[in-house]
């Protein structure tokens, strides 16, 4: 069985998007007339008589299968007064604030923000729900908007509105799936690590998480999960650790000489969702002791919130603030966007990627690569696992203040897939493929090499014969 990841289905639709979906957008591709399929690009014809031998090749797709009665119902979450675009966490507070009055008539639903998705309708007439945070009182609207059928997954094309709309909705029910798993998001990138399985290279003071990349496609052949492995580079340092080793090394101006260092960087909390920021500057004016901010509890400093929300005691009482300035948009017509400062403490973060000075180590790179680029069988394992994972019932939670050691049922990935009417099947998605023969590589002096089966080859023969020179006219421009 030979191994392919990423070249066949999503690389196809997107060359096909890009070199014809401007002369006919996607929407508008059910009523492109029969005469002009000629058009659109053809599978090139196989020759009479074609090198190599056909192969099945086994890509990182598989599929996901929905009940054909099942229906997921979307609603718009309308908030007043209005929460600014960005700041998604405040929304989904403030309806899981909601969570007594909603369950009874929802049951179990996703909410990221703006949308809530659900398999049970509440009718065509809005919900309007009252609830109160932080002191403020909030109405909240929730509008059905759409309603997701097996129609919108098996013929994409005919409405691509619901389309996109069931699109995103699998992409997020995934990362449900992966957040029951204890895995932790990077970003927006559809990245999701695994702390707990990280491996450590000491000799380097690194440390790697492994964790993967999903991706869900509504294509011709129907409800497509894509899964990748990933990883990610970690210091085994805290941040107050470099300051200590930039002081060691006799810097003359330390303050400057930090904040340099740290200046765009990133950096990971290792306490809470383990978040990452870039830092903006250093700033030596406060410490945990002199900075407060405010808590649902009232004004609280860095040490006492850490210790109270975290269990973690701070050390170093004199160390500086790492500064993050989160940018947040207004709402919409009042203004311009502000910044939000967030100070982190060097204690408890750590730097992430490769410092540049190990790029050119050897030794390095070499133990690094044995846990980043994994072979396709390997590739192949890690994606098994997932798939086993998705269909356990017997996950434990990151045992939280306030919460039990293990998940409840209905939280468990196996029963999360049940409740929404999806199972993904455990094979991947196969296709023909053509292996060719090796080709002769020509070398220098007229030498000749040909590769082994597996596509590498090893040589130290001269891959040109230098020409020497016995004259030689160099053509020149004279003005006159």
Same mark, same amino acid.
């Given at each position: 069985?030979?191994?392919?990841?990423?070249?066949?289905?999503? *690389?196809?639709?997107?060359? #096909?998007?890009?070199?014809? &979906?401007?002369?006919?957008?996607?929407?508008? &591709? =059910?009523?492109?007339?029969?005469?002009?399929?000629?058009?659109?690009?053809?599978?090139?014809?196989?020759?009479?008589?074609?090198?190599?031998?056909? !192969?099945?090749?086994?890509?990182?797709?598989?599929? &996901?299968?929905?009940?054909?009665?099942?229906?997921?119902?979307?609603?718009?979450?309308?908030?007043?007064?209005?929460? %600014?675009?960005?700041?998604?966490?405040?929304?989904?507070?403030?309806?899981?604030?909601?969570?007594?009055?909603?369950? $009874?008539?929802?049951?179990?639903?996703?909410?990221?923000?703006?949308?809530?998705?659900?398999?049970?309708?509440?009718?065509?007439? $809005?919900?309007?729900?009252?609830?109160?945070?932080?002191?403020?009182?909030?109405?909240?609207?929730?509008?059905?908007?759409?309603?997701?059928?097996?129609?919108?997954?098996?013929?994409?094309?005919?409405?691509?509105?619901?389309?996109?709309?069931?699109?995103?909705?699998?992409?997020?029910?995934?990362?449900?799936?992966?957040?029951?798993?204890?895995?932790? %998001?990077?970003?927006?990138?559809?990245?999701?690590?695994? $702390?707990?399985?990280?491996?450590?290279?000491?000799?380097?003071?690194?440390?790697?998480?492994?964790?993967?990349?999903?991706? !869900?496609?509504?294509?011709?052949?129907?409800?497509?999960?894509?899964?990748?492995?990933?990883?990610?580079?970690?210091?085994?340092?805290?941040?107050?650790?470099?300051?200590?080793?930039?002081?060691?090394?006799?810097?003359?101006?330390? +303050?400057?000489?930090?904040?340099?260092?740290?200046?765009?960087?990133?950096?990971?909390?290792?306490?809470?969702?383990?978040?990452?920021?870039?830092?903006?500057?250093?700033?030596?004016?406060?410490?945990?002791?002199?900075?407060?901010?405010?808590?649902?509890?009232?004004?609280?400093?860095?040490?006492?919130? &850490?210790? =109270?929300?975290?269990?973690?005691?701070?050390?170093?009482?004199?160390?500086?603030?790492?500064?993050?300035?989160?940018?947040? *948009?207004? !709402?919409?017509?009042?203004?311009?966007?502000?910044?939000?400062?967030?100070?982190?403490?060097?204690?408890?973060? @750590?730097?992430?990627?490769? %410092?540049?000075?190990? /790029?050119?180590?050897?030794?390095?790179?070499?133990?690094?690569?044995?846990?980043?680029?994994?072979?396709?069988?390997? *590739?192949?394992?890690?994606?098994?696992?997932?798939?086993?994972?998705?269909?356990?019932?017997?996950?434990?939670?990151?045992? /939280?203040?306030? +919460?039990?050691?293990? *998940?409840?049922?209905?939280?468990?990935?196996?029963?999360?897939?049940?409740?929404?009417?999806?199972?993904?099947? $455990?094979?991947? #998605?196969?296709? /023909?493929? /053509?292996?060719?023969?090796?080709?002769?590589?020509?070398?220098?002096?007229?030498?000749? #090499?040909?590769?082994?089966?597996? @596509?590498?080859?090893?040589?130290?023969?001269?891959?040109?014969? %230098?020409?020497?020179?016995?004259?030689?006219?160099?053509?020149?421009?004279?003005? !006159?």
């Amino acid at each position: 069985m030979y191994i392919i990841y990423k070249y066949s289905l999503a *690389r196809c639709l997107k060359l #096909i998007n890009k070199l014809h &979906m401007e002369e006919y957008p996607l929407e508008e &591709m =059910k009523d492109v007339p029969s005469s002009q399929y000629a058009k659109f690009p053809k599978r090139p014809p196989i020759p009479p008589n074609p090198a190599g031998t056909m !192969v099945k090749l086994s890509t990182n797709y598989f599929k &996901m299968m929905p009940k054909p009665s099942n229906y997921v119902f979307v609603y718009a979450i309308k908030f007043e007064p209005s929460i %600014p675009d960005d700041n998604t966490p405040l929304k989904k507070r403030v309806v899981k604030s909601m969570k007594e009055v909603l369950e $009874p008539e929802f049951k179990k639903y996703i909410c990221t923000g703006n949308i809530m998705y659900t398999t049970f309708d509440a009718g065509a007439s $809005p919900v309007v729900q009252e609830t109160a945070l932080f002191d403020t009182r909030y109405i909240v609207t929730l509008t059905r908007a759409h309603i997701i059928s097996l129609e919108d997954i098996l013929h994409p094309h005919k409405d691509m509105a619901k389309a996109q709309t069931a699109n995103t909705f699998f992409n997020i029910l995934i990362k449900s799936l992966l957040h029951s798993l204890n895995m932790i %998001p990077v970003g927006r990138t559809g990245r999701y690590l695994i $702390p707990q399985e990280g491996t450590r290279i000491n000799d380097y003071s690194l440390q790697i998480w492994p964790g993967y990349k999903t991706s !869900v496609k509504l294509c011709d052949a129907g409800l497509l999960l894509e899964i990748d492995y990933t990883s990610r580079i970690l210091s085994q340092k805290s941040a107050l650790q470099v300051i200590e080793e930039l002081k060691e090394n006799g810097s003359r101006n330390l +303050q400057a000489d930090v904040k340099e260092y740290f200046k765009g960087r990133s950096v990971i909390a290792w306490y809470g969702n383990k978040r990452n920021y870039i830092i903006d500057d250093v700033d030596f004016n406060l410490n945990p002791d002199t900075h407060s901010f405010a808590t649902p509890e009232g004004m609280m400093n860095i040490t006492t919130y &850490m210790l =109270k929300k975290y269990q973690i005691k701070i050390k170093h009482r004199n160390q500086p603030l790492l500064l993050h300035k989160k940018r947040i *948009r207004g !709402v919409v017509g009042s203004g311009p966007e502000s910044e939000e400062k967030i100070y982190l403490v060097p204690e408890v973060c @750590g730097l992430t990627g490769l %410092p540049d000075e190990m /790029r050119s180590n050897f030794q390095a790179m070499k133990q690094i690569a044995v846990h980043t680029k994994l072979t396709p069988d390997q *590739r192949t394992d890690k994606m098994s696992k997932l798939l086993k994972l998705f269909n356990s019932m017997n996950i434990s939670r990151e045992r /939280r203040e306030g +919460q039990p050691p293990n *998940r409840p049922p209905e939280d468990q990935p196996a029963e999360i897939l049940k409740r929404w009417g999806f199972e993904i099947l $455990p094979d991947p #998605i196969q296709v /023909r493929g /053509r292996k060719l023969p090796p080709v002769t590589v020509g070398l220098g002096g007229d030498q000749t #090499i040909k590769p082994q089966g597996n @596509g590498q080859f090893f040589f130290k023969q001269r891959i040109v014969t %230098p020409v020497s020179y016995t004259h030689l006219t160099l053509p020149t421009i004279c003005s !006159v």
